[in-house]
């Protein structure tokens, strides 16, 4: 499983749900988190600028959440739901 956090450098909200993310992470249910800078390309600070963080669990889902962790979706798509 790999999640994508779209974060900037200098948001407390985006170290808040990375960090509530990993707590999820255990032996049994492992995943990666790839952490994108909004701010290192254009396009993306057009299309998540005001939204950071945005959490994603496939880039080609919508967004799980942004702003705060919803830990119910994460663990729902931990559990494979």
């Given at each position: ?55 994603f ?25």
């Amino acid at each position: 499983m790999n999640f994508t956090l779209y974060s900037r450098g200098y948001c407390h909200l985006c170290d808040d749900m990375l960090h509530a993310l990993q707590a999820l992470q255990t032996p049994e249910r492992p995943f990666t988190v790839d952490v994108v800078d909004v701010d290192a390309d254009p396009a993306l600070v057009a299309r998540f600028d005001e939204l950071v963080p945005v959490l994603f669990a496939g880039l080609d889902e919508p967004p799980l959440c942004n702003y705060f962790l919803d830990e119910a979706k994460v663990r729902a798509v931990l559990a494979g739901g």
